[in-house]
């Protein structure tokens, strides 16, 4: 779903399922996001995760705005509300299982609403850090060049046991075997107590490389009139072939009338019609030209070119009645 800039309507469906589940679905003209609900039971405890052998796991941290200039450079700007990444790094378990583990806090300018279990900045958030799993041990980053933007997709289970604090921990891991063709990770959400406050299970993304390019903004452009100086043609060739003078401002007529006594000068009214134009036209008569000037050679072949621009203007003129005859 892309929003551009008109609103999109959103239709939002909810339908009972047996043992107590709820169909959801969110759509627009497509479906866009589906899946089911339900209340956890009571005895459904959340799990517990020792943070301090998280943090102890982990080597080299790198800082959050570090990983923002990343997203940066792959053309991703992220608003102050969902910069919640303090810092992040890649960790290993005594087993040798790699985890990405991540600070996270809801910056000042967030907007706090208690209706939020989860704040959406901090589940972004929690997504962003799966970019930790391509660290390398010593907290070196991939180049740009080998990230490929992606966009969450699809999730196979979310489950939500406790309102989430500002501050938390988020453990992301690989819940796919080497080698799948769509590889998903698990996110837990987890309080300084290392109570799982959110676990989201089967998460997969896919690229957003390949989808069509949003269209390129307008460019608003407005008609300019740059004034040049008149070319330098010698009054003696366009004498020659008689200059015709219309419009302009009383001094440019009287400057080019100056330069070339032999131009003729035509006006026409503001409101004129195209006949009454090409009547004017015609009674200012064909250019003449002159025989026995060493120039008469170039003065015919201008006076050709004038007669064939009012040839030109004599069609438009009728074709333009024809088309407005009734």
Known sequence: MKAGAEPIELQIQVEPRAAGATRFAIASAEACCEGLFSILESQARAERIDVGALVSGCATWVAGERLYDMFRSLGCEYGMSFQCVERL??????????????????PASAIRDSRYWLHPGLLDAALQASVALGFDADGGQPETQD????????????????????????????????????????????????????????ASSRPVAGEEPLPAPLVPLIPAWDAVPAPAFESKQLNACGMVIAGGEPGQRADLLHRFPGSRQISFA??????????????????????????????????????AFGFIKRCWNWEYEAAHSP
Not at 89 to 106: C, I, K, M, V
Not at 277 to 302: C, F, H, K, M, Q
Request: hydrophobic share 40%; aromatic share 4%.
């Open 89 to 106: 790094s890649l960790g290993s378990t005594p087993a040798g299982n790699a985890y990405a583990l991540a600070r996270l806090r809801l």
């Open 147 to 202: 990230l490929e933007p992606s966009l969450p997709f699809s999730v196979d289970r979310i489950d939500v046991h406790a309102p989430c604090p500002e501050q938390m921990w988020v453990r992301v891991r690989v819940a796919t075997e080497r080698g799948a063709t769509v590889q998903k990770l698990d996110f837990d959400l987890v309080d300084d107590e290392g109570r799982v406050c959110v676990a989201i299970r089967g």
């Open 270 to 307: 503001d409101d004129a019609s195209v006949a009454s134009i090409a009547r004017v036209l015609g009674a200012a008569g064909e250019p003449a030209t002159s025989s026995g000037s060493e120039d008469s050679a170039r003065a015919r072949r201008i006076a050709a070119c004038f007669s």
